[in-house]
């Protein structure tokens, strides 16, 4: 199932300003998604977590970014920050608007080389699961964060048809767009790449199973 995103406004808006657009958010809320749809058409994309465009893009950041076609997105961005400080210099060449579309899950590594190197050149969106309004279809017509607190008077939400549901199953796409997968599994799922990848990455945590018992409280 395609969900209408809020933020596809202002995304567009901002690839027409800025020649780098840095996408964060969770695992799985729909980024790479979302850039693949809106930009597909007009954007080669790079994967960098498959092993094989990682090795390249680390091994050889000046020869990778050299071969491939712009405009690019370029996903998952944290596998080869090499890439950021050549990207910049291109940047600083050519400042034509929308160029380089990166995503990037784990937010604090991601983070650190973007205020490093691409400072002043890039704009930042972050990309949460579903909100109410697009699990509701209402995407497009819904606000964001910025709008809703510029309006004068507070808007009321939509009753939420079965409160118990949207609670337990959240705002994930994936789970929701597969009456098949069931989402206790996707969860659990979910929770062990988050600890056995993102967590790791950014911290020594040696005992898995005690963190795990830490998120849960």
Do not use: C
């Amino acid at each position: 199932m395609i969900y209408a995103r809020t933020i596809t406004k202002q995304l567009h808006y901002t690839a027409k300003t800025f020649a780098a657009i840095v996408m964060t958010g969770p695992r799985q809320s729909g980024k790479t998604t979302l850039l693949r749809r809106e930009f597909g058409s007009t954007h080669a994309y790079f994967n960098l977590e498959n092993p094989d465009v990682q090795s390249r893009a680390v091994a050889d950041p000046i020869g990778f970014l050299a071969n491939i076609s712009k405009p690019a997105i370029l996903d998952e961005i944290q596998y080869a920050p090499g890439l950021l400080p050549y990207i910049k210099e291109k940047i600083d060449n050519d400042r034509t608007p929308g160029q380089w579309l990166l995503t990037g899950s784990q937010n604090f590594t991601l983070m650190k080389g973007v205020t490093e190197s691409l400072a002043g050149r890039a704009a930042i969106l972050t990309l949460l699961p579903l909100s109410l309004a697009e699990r509701q279809g209402k995407g497009k017509d819904s606000l964001d964060i910025h709008d809703l607190i510029s309006q004068k008077q507070p808007l009321l939400f939509h009753r939420i048809a079965n409160t118990p549901d949207y609670i337990m199953t959240g705002g994930y796409p994936e789970p929701l767009g597969s009456k098949s997968l069931a989402y206790r599994t996707w969860a659990s799922s979910y929770i062990k790449t988050y600890l056995e990848r993102d967590v790791r990455d950014l911290k020594n945590i040696g005992n898995l199973l005690q963190f795990q018992i830490f998120l849960k409280f």
